[in-house]
T-cell receptor, first 115, second 109 residues
Framework: GAVVSQHPSRVICKSGTSVKIECRSL??????MFWYRQFPKKSLMLMAT?????????EQGVEKDKFLINHASLTLSTLTVTSAHPEDSSFYIC???????????FGPGTRLTVL | GQNIDQPTEMTATEGAIVQINCTYQ??????LFWYQQHAGEAPTFLSY????GLEEKGRFSSFLSRSKGYSYLLLKELQMKDSASYLC??????????FGSGTQLTVLP
């Protein structure tokens, strides 16, 4: 149980385009989903916290107009990187947790490369 | 704010025991997680401590002292496959995780 999937696993796009990443909880209802970014050989940095049906809470320094997060259902959250630039190239990982639980279940990650 | 400190790198020999320390300063503390992460993969859950003391799970054990803001992960009978990055993460009041920089463990034959 407690499986989280991400799609796509890898994406390469041109500078200026937008990319959507999906995060799904497959066997539980995720009241809260988190989005992280990880640069090579660095730790995970929390970008935003997403609660189902409400606006995401962004961490300081993360542009909400550039990283659009939607959490429309209890099993799906999406992260859209708008007008991507090469510096947005990174490993994006989502995690999900259910109500009353502190454990987060991580998705397999999405490797984004912006050319 | 939150601050998590752990060593950057450690090396140990196959079959040995290694202890990875983590100190944290945080507000609204709701527990301490340890994750294992292999290169290019997502973190996998190892342990969660919210009360003081030692939690043992097979070859891995984790300890927490809330008063000292200190935790450690103990790995016994090291295997080559244990070579990975080990991430210490503190859970905040909103269940968000703040990760340390990770400790890259190399297990030598």
């Amino acid at each position: 149980g407690a499986v989280v999937s991400q799609h796509p696993s890898r994406v390469i796009c041109k500078s200026g385009t937008s990319v959507k990443i999906e995060c799904r909880s497959l066997d539980f209802q995720a009241t809260t989903m988190f989005w992280y970014r990880q640069f090579p050989k660095k730790s995970l940095m929390l970008m935003a916290t997403s609660n189902e049906g409400s606006k995401a809470t962004y961490e300081q320094g993360v542009e909400k107009d550039k990283f659009l997060i939607n959490h429309a259902s209890l099993t799906l959250s999406t992260l859209t990187v708008t007008s991507a630039h090469p510096e947005d190239s990174s490993f994006y990982i989502c995690s999900a947790t259910s109500s009353g639980s502190y454990e987060q279940f991580f998705g397999p990650g999405t490797r984004l490369t912006v050319l | 704010g939150q601050n998590i400190d752990q060593p950057t790198e450690m090396t140990a020999t196959e079959g040995a025991i290694v202890q990875i320390n983590c100190t944290y300063q945080t507000s609204g503390f709701n527990g301490l997680f340890w994750y294992q992460q292999h290169a290019g993969e997502a973190p996998t859950f190892l342990s969660y401590n919210v009360l003081d003391g030692l939690e043992e799970k097979g070859r891995f054990s984790s300890f927490l002292s809330r008063s000292k803001g200190y935790s450690y992960l103990l790995l016994k009978e090291l295997q080559m496959k244990d070579s990975a990055s080990y991430l210490c993460a503190a859970s905040g009041s909103a269940r968000q995780l703040t990760f340390g920089s990770g400790t890259q463990l190399t297990v030598l034959p």
